[in-house]
């Protein structure tokens, strides 16, 4: 997770600014713990992750006047001119976020995923797990592909040590070796679950299963327990994400669950926040942030077990999400309505979310998201590829 970046108004279009110790801008790492999520995912570091999870990185963009952060200081930047600058109290101003570069897997198309390192687990749908190098951005490479078999469809990523799970959206969940990424190796297929979303953490997994979730000790991941297999939610549950001694869901028709799981056996549902969901969720800190029919909700789960909703970023069609200091929304295009494929807000104040950049309209079909270590990812479905930012250019 980034640090902290201070967000400020500044005349130069689409700049975000970032205090000078935040990640993206000096490459420091987050002194913080992590937290497991699916972006996203995945099991998120916190980075969440990230993630989550599970994490992608050229184009023209459309600018967006930048407004500043609530209560921020209005300090104009000195610009180099370049779109970067310094402000006058000395602080790092980031430019537009820019592409690093763009990956396709060599079979099946970009979906989910989860980054570790410089290392990214990929669903690729019909053509399995991609596992993919990504040292260098702009020369992203494949270090493995591997087909799961016939009529498995890899959707969703979560990574703990050397087992990615790869939720099979109607065809359960698998786990797979990586000990040795050039060779993947299938451990074990659980076809009884639908799979739409996976989190891992402290060797337990958590599976979104449309009607709820359910829970496997996977402390040996090639021959899983199962905890709990009958934990209903309202909605059609679609993503789950893990933070500490709490999992966190959302669903297609319904809001924000929170579930306890200091004892994974005996997971419940502690409340849920009743809200017209779009199935998008991502937890970062003491926010969950909720995609739904009338924006992004901004919930603060300080205390998980009584969330309190702060505000709604209103945007048509919020589809991925992914947070740090920043809320990163991608937007899904219809016929008949046209949204920003890419939105930075500024949430310092929850309960006035400020537009900071609106861009990369080229593409209408977003798939998952995640930011990690000042890079941003996402996977599009116009191009089945994954694509890599700079959240922070100077």
Same mark, same amino acid.
């Given at each position: ?113 989860? +980054?570790? %390192?410089? /290392? #990214? $687990? ?5 053509? =399995?797990? *991609?596992?993919? @190098?990504?040292? !260098? &951005? ?20 979560? +990574?703990? %040590?050397? /087992? #990615? $799970? ?5 065809? =359960?969940? *698998?786990?797979? @070796?990586?000990? !040795? &990424? ?213």
């Amino acid at each position: 997770m980034i640090t902290s970046h201070v967000l400020r108004s500044t005349p130069l279009f689409g700049l975000l600014a970032c205090a000078s110790l935040c990640t993206a801008c000096t490459g420091t790492e987050d002194p913080e713990g992590t937290a497991s999520s699916s972006d996203g995912g995945t099991d998120v570091p916190t980075t969440t992750d990230a993630p989550t999870g599970s994490t992608t990185d050229a184009v023209t963009t459309d600018a967006a006047d930048t407004s500043g952060s609530s209560g921020g200081s209005t300090d104009a930047s000195t610009s180099s001119g370049d779109g970067t600058g310094e402000s006058s109290t000395g602080e790092v101003v980031c430019g537009d976020p820019i592409e690093l570069g763009v990956f396709t897997p060599s079979d099946g198309n970009a979906r989910g995923f989860e +980054v570790v %390192g410089d /290392t #990214v $687990y990929l669903a690729a749908e019909s053509g =399995g797990l *991609a596992i993919v @190098d990504l040292s !260098d &951005p702009a020369a992203a490479s494949e270090v493995a592909i591997f087909d799961l078999g016939p009529g498995l469809l890899v959707h969703r990523i979560a +990574v703990s %040590g050397t /087992t #990615v $799970y790869a939720g099979l959206r109607g065809s =359960g969940w *698998a786990a797979i @070796d990586v000990a !040795d &990424p050039s060779t993947p190796a299938l451990l074990f297929h659980e076809p009884d679950v639908s799979g739409q979303d996976v989190a891992v953490a402290d060797g337990v997994l958590y599976v979104a299963d449309v009607n709820g979730v359910q829970v496997f000790d996977v402390a040996d991941p090639s021959a899983p327990l199962a905890l709990v297999e009958d934990l209903v939610l309202p909605g059609s549950t679609q993503t789950v994400s893990v933070a500490g001694s709490y999992a966190y869901a959302t669903g297609l028709t319904a809001g924000l669950s929170v579930l306890d799981i200091a004892d994974p056996a005996a997971t419940v549902e502690v409340t849920t926040l009743d809200m017209d969901g779009r199935g998008y969720l991502a937890v970062a800190g003491d926010r969950a942030y909720v995609s739904a029919s009338d924006g992004v909700h901004i919930v603060d789960v300080a205390d998980p077990s009584a969330p309190v909703e702060l505000g709604v970023f209103a945007t048509d069609r919020p589809h991925g999400l992914a947070a740090d200091d920043r809320l990163w929304i991608l937007g899904e295009d219809t016929v008949s309505v046209a949204v920003p494929m890419l939105q930075v807000v500024d949430v310092t104040d929850g309960a006035m979310p400020v537009s900071l950049f609106e861009g990369f309209d080229d593409w209408a079909a977003p798939a998952w998201i995640e930011v990690s270590e000042g890079r941003l990812l996402f996977s599009e479905e116009d191009d089945d590829a994954l694509h890599v930012l700079d959240t922070c250019p100077q």
